[in-house]
């Protein structure tokens, strides 16, 4: 388990760069609650932020006093997060699937693409898995026994709590009523009564309470409205409204409903498959709910309502891909709790011959995805090193960018021809996997075809890797941000034509507040709300009048949004940093030799 988890999640620990938006955004406030000294009160770029729950936060800045501040420390505290879904998996899966079943847990989690995919940028989803898995253990090793222990529910109570630090009230809502469904369906109701509710409500509220009373009393209600207070926000704001799509400012898309359903199977790939014949490990029937079910079956009946709960609760909710990842674990275990099952069945039974078709059928997925990949690789011709990659994307201004993976749509057939290596690793490591598990499958080994199926894994996220590192200028803007650092003087103001989150990593990787034109919008709209917010909201007049003054200003913006920024300029006062893609660096001075060496970067807290 340690040996996966290090070889999938290591090699990208230090690159890419961090990405614009939420992940730079994420951890400069992380950066800034270690300069700050404030626990309580989340910051960005000066300006409140107070829409998210504090718990990730608290851990990236620990990391960042511990290693320093830079892209290993921010990921290191994702990557320990799904250590810690592995082993919450292993303990679930080991107690009620067996030895085998908690090891295939831990191994389908540490090669999921989902759990892979999302812990590539600040997001704390995977935090709220591990909360939930680790819950859940809790509460079913109780009922197990019929009274549980006292240490069982307090730890019921504990994650939730820790779940309602790291993502608010969801963190509280799915354990509570995914129990109770589960407890309804059983007709056990009445075990309510022994779970200790008032000692766990004192738990409860003793972890979760304080930090969100803090920062209440902190920051009540302005005069800019009468409801604009911190519980307005966090709670009203951020949470019911955005479930409703009406969040203020509407700022985030919205994924169509079959294809968040379907993306759950990829998240699981190539495991999914096995998901078939486990779904027949759960007793469907109602007759059989109102009996006394043996453990086994409890846990899937479990894993069941938690996997519907989720997906169902989401789906008449502002959906983004990534929404569905806590279901991820739930899967992780129903599929590892067959997968036992038929390493302990008999080599003519039933089970065995539902392995090999499944195997079959991921040799026809495998052969297919090889197909793609292969007809990508020699449709497209590979670029010289160093070419700009977004130079040849076809970039959308599209609402698709408001979704996660939007940016997958600026690919072209051409552009391919930069990911050359990865293609070709991701193609033939899914034909020989795939072909190896479907062959010690035949020759009665199905561990053996499992862990070739992981290996597979670990060559796949790699290649993602990889394409992700080649992508990276596309959605970062760290290399803009190491050029203006060569030319920069304490004082010089760095102006994002736009919203915060365009450029964000410039504020991460210079160590300097930015200004923001055209920018009181999106996340950092409700803290430029309050009183003391710090002159980084630029008017056209203002920006207008230090452009022309005598010190140097340089300007984030991208191409299509540049004519609104320099429309009233002298053009013989526009001079070019550096451009990459559709972004680029103006200043108002002649350049001159640079003052510092190319890739420095100044100390965290510089201004």
Known sequence: ?????????????????????????????????????????????????????????WMAAISYEIFGVNEASTRLVLMI?????????????????GEEGGFYSALILATAPGIYIYTRFLIP???????????????????????PSKWMCWGLAATAALDVLTMGLVGVAFPALIILIFLALVGD????????????????????APWHVLAAIRNPAQPTGPEKGFLWDYFINEQFLRYLNKRIPHDFGKVPLGLFWALVLLWVLPWFVFLFPAL????????????????????????????????????????????????VPALALLIAGWLERETHAPAGGSLRRWGKWMAALLVVLGAAICAVMLTLFALSKPFPRGTDIAKILAVHKTSAYRLSLGHVEDLTLSSFGAFHAPLLEFGLAMLVGTLLAWWWRRRGSPGKGNLALAGMMIVVLFAVHQGLVVFSPEI????????????????????????????????????????????????????????????????????????????????????????????????????????????????????GPPLRPGNTVLPYGAS
């Open 81 to 97: 997060s799904v250590l810690g879904l592995m082993i919450s998996a292993w303990l679930f899966g080991h107690r009620f699937f």
């Open 1 to 57: 388990m340690l040996a996966v988890w290090l070889l999938v999640y290591l090699p990208g620990l230090f690159r890419p760069a961090l990405m614009d938006d939420a992940d730079s955004v994420h951890a400069e406030s992380a950066k800034e609650m270690l300069i700050r000294h404030d626990w309580v009160d989340l910051y960005v770029d000066g300006v409140r932020y107070l829409e998210k729950a504090p718990l990730m936060y």
């Open 189 to 208: 109701l009445a075990y309510l009564k022994k779970m200790r509710l008032f000692s766990s409500l004192v738990v409860f509220f003793a972890i979760a």
């Open 476 to 591: 970062s803007s760290k290399r803009l941000a190491t050029d203006i650092v060569r030319y920069y003087r304490p004082g010089d103001p760095i102006v994002i034509n736009g919203d915060y989150e365009w450029g964000s990593t410039l504020n991460f990787y210079t160590g300097v507040r930015v200004d923001m034109l055209f920018g009181r919008r999106a996340d950092l709209w409700f803290g430029s709300l309050f009183p003391d917010v710090p002159h980084v909201f630029w008017s056209t007049k203002f920006f207008d009048r230090e452009w022309n003054g005598p010190g140097r200003v340089f300007l984030f913006t991208r191409l299509d949004d540049r004519q609104r920024a320099i429309a009233g300029l002298d053009p013989h006062s526009i001079h070019l940093l550096a451009r990459e893609g559709d972004k680029e660096i103006l200043t108002n001075q002649p350049l």
């Open 125 to 147: 989803n995977v935090l709220v898995a591990m909360w939930l898995t680790l819950g859940f253990y809790f509460f079913l090793a109780g009922y197990e026994h019929r009274t």
């Open 280 to 327: 027949r490990e759960i007793p469907w029937r109602f007759r059989d709910w109102r009996s006394r079910l043996d453990a086994r079956l409890c846990a899937n009946l479990f894993l069941a309502v938690w996997t519907l709960f989720v997906l169902v609760f989401f789906s008449f909710s502002s959906r983004q891909e990534y929404y569905s990842l806590p279901v």
